[in-house]
């Protein structure tokens, strides 16, 4: 508890006793490696340090204090039900032959469980983290009805190529939509690939880290072939709001959600991976799985993969497609290699079955 | 008419105005109360961790909630990695105390930090600095605590009142300066406590004043012993002249520094528990041998004199055993603010004794400090400021 100072004093003391009443110089070299970061006591040392070498609890792994869950059914969201919620929209088709596709999507203030027992006061699109998943085919023309039912200011910004008053930026075209108004956001399906929106009002790390981001998934004109799809979303929560770091770290709003419930896949069948990054806070993200190795396609924007790998890094707003098929059954875990943000929750399993 | 009233019963008048200040109060608490704005904002959210135990792969922590609102602790993680705990589920009310053992795996030797997420989002950290498994606070444990007072205090003490015949032979001049570097020493050491304090006081995470401890400690020890001082010397100044003033500064000397003490045995004692001591007990030793000035500075006053052995012997008992107190403390409360505040103590007491000696400095017959004296105290501050650097190097 008092260490370093005190020590010295202590020491200081000895040498000043020592030289004033002539007690003889004590060595003091070897007092170097007393100080507080010195390693800990020799071996067989102290008799009051019984079972060193039992580990005791907690080498299970990280976990939320046990037996304590999140009630999906008050937040709204269930991260296992985000992942395979695919939202096409409202098509029509126009004389020319375009198909037409259009959301609605507001922004609210919620009130989320984040974690067993911790509030969290969210902006929130739709009322989820993380937003919806809207999905169309390159060429499509998208209508985004966005409606600002939340207290603050808000935009919705598309990743992709579209006219600068389509940018949902403050402003520039329509600008920052205010509490109780709306505005569509029109523009055209481009380029296809794996893409994300976000709110983009200042300030926007905080815009951005309340909970205010979906994935934008244009799919290429000739469709990828069939497969076993889901969106994961990595993402955090700074609960403290100082805006260091995060206290929460999960892919698709709930941390070690998936260690409870995993992910369920079939044996030898592709899986398709839409991997979006939101993190703020922390300057990289990144995705491992056990067991096995994917194809990875960086922002989907090319349908050759780059890389075969186990391991990907993400910077902040950087997504990318990975495929793999499990050849064996059983569980397997898939966690941020940031092994930091994976015992602070984001983590969880494949469970692979026939 | 009045004046009788303010010589034979000024009792009335002061019960007259505790109860007009009563009824305004009441009236107040009535009336404006519910004129008062609700406090508004985020619940203020504060946990005071008061102790630890470690044992192989548990970690266990005595909380107490020191803010106004009530604490849920919903999650804790523990060097950055969530961990699983029992404790209450239930709010934590003001001033309540939980326990709660945190499931994990420490390393002996290693620190710890451990952060509380409350159901608010807000994160209360906690450090242990050094992990040991915790004595078990056996009779041989408060045994050793015992030995390790005995040591640091008394012993040294003892040692450094058996200069006495040296110091009478040495004359007048030589103890003045011995006594000036004592209060070199000895402001030293009070610095090193202070701040020392509020380093402590600091980590505590300020729940019950924070460094305002400190200070509270330092002033009220400061007054106590300037209190025993005055009452001492009203008691003994009959005696005066037959030589009890020696003996009297002697006991302020000795009382001053058993509170010092004290928190040298805290020191002692809290380095215990977590471990430092099995570092190696020449730390033991450095305390020691730093105490036998304190016997010297005890003895000061009365080299014109020759006190029975016992009253000797129970100035040492004054001075030294407090650390015996100290240690057992500091090595079972564990307790960043109860120790900041003795720490205070021990600063407080400090700063009395360079008080009581700085008159004895004076040369008999003159009003100010000579160039021995002032040279006394300066080589003091410089011995322990170099020899600290020396030891840090
Ligand atoms: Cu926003």
Known sequence: ?354 | MTATVHTRRPWILGLISVALLAIALAGLALLGGRTLPERTGPPVEEIAVEHTTLTPGAIELTVRNTGPDAVSIAQIFVNDAYIDFTGPTEPIGRLASARLRLDYPWQDGQPYKISMLTSTGLVIEHDVPLAVTTPEPNASFFGLMALLGIYVGIVPVVLGMLFLPVMRVAGSRAVRVLLAVTVGLLAFLAWEGASEGFELAGRSGGAFGGTALVVLGAGLAFLGLTAVDQWLRNRRRAAEAAGGAGVRLALMIAIGIGLHNLGEGLATGSAYAVGELALGTFLVIGFTIQNTTEGLAVVSPLTERRPPLLTLLGLGLIAGAPAIVGAVLGATVNNAELSALLLGVGVGAIIQVIVQIAPSLRESAGRSFDAMALGGVAVGLLVMYSTGLLVAA
């Not at chain 1, 409202?90 to 609210?108: L, M, N, Q, Y």
Request: proline share 9%; with cysteine; glycine share 12%.
């Open chain 1, 1 to 354: 508890m008092t260490s370093s100072t005190r020590r010295r004093f202590m020491l200081g003391g000895t040498v000043a006793a020592s030289t004033g009443l002539a007690l003889g110089a004590l060595p003091l070299r070897d007092y170097g490696p007393a100080t507080a970061d010195s390693p800990p006591a020799p071996p067989g040392h102290p008799a009051h340090h019984p079972n060193t070498s039992a580990h005791g609890g907690g080498v299970d792994g990280p976990t939320f204090r046990k037996g304590a869950v999140v009630d999906h059914a008050a937040n709204g969201f269930d991260p296992t039900e985000v992942l395979r919620d695919f939202d096409y929209g409202k098509t029509s088709t126009r004389p020319d032959g375009r198909t037409v596709r259009e959301w609605e999507v507001f922004a609210s203030d919620e009130d989320i469980e984040i974690a067993p027992g911790v509030r969290f006061p969210a902006w929130t699109l739709n009322s989820r983290i993380p937003g919806p998943t809207l999905r169309c085919r390159e060429g499509d023309l998208l209508r985004v009805h966005f409606t600002n039912g939340s207290h603050h200011p808000h935009t919705l910004h598309f990743h992709g190529i579209h006219p600068a008053e389509m940018d949902g930026i403050p402003g520039i075209g329509r600008g920052v939509i205010n509490p109780g108004e709306s505005f569509t956001y029109q523009f055209d399906a481009t380029p296809f690939g794996l893409h994300l929106f976000h709110c983009h009002v200042g300030p926007l790390a905080e815009h951005i880290a309340r909970g205010m981001y979906g994935t934008f998934i244009v799919d290429p004109p000739q469709p990828r072939p069939q497969a076993d799809e889901m969106v994961m979303v990595m993402h955090g929560y700074n609960t403290t709001f100082d805006g260091e770091g995060n206290q929460l770290y999960a892919v698709n709003g709930i941390p070690f959600h998936f260690m409870h419930e995993p992910v369920r896949v079939k044996r030898n069948e592709l899986v398709r991976i839409y991997l979006v990054n939101v993190l703020e806070y922390d300057p990289v993200n990144s995705f491992h799985i056990h067991g096995n190795f994917f194809d990875y396609y960086p922002t989907g924007t090319r349908l050759q993969p780059t890389e075969y790998t186990d391991t990907i890094v993400q910077g902040q707003g950087q997504r990318g497609i990975c495929e793999l098929r499990f050849p064996h059954l059983g569980r397997y875990m898939f966690h941020a290699h940031k092994t930091e943000f994976a015992e602070l929750g984001w983590m969880g399993m494949f469970e692979v079955t026939e």
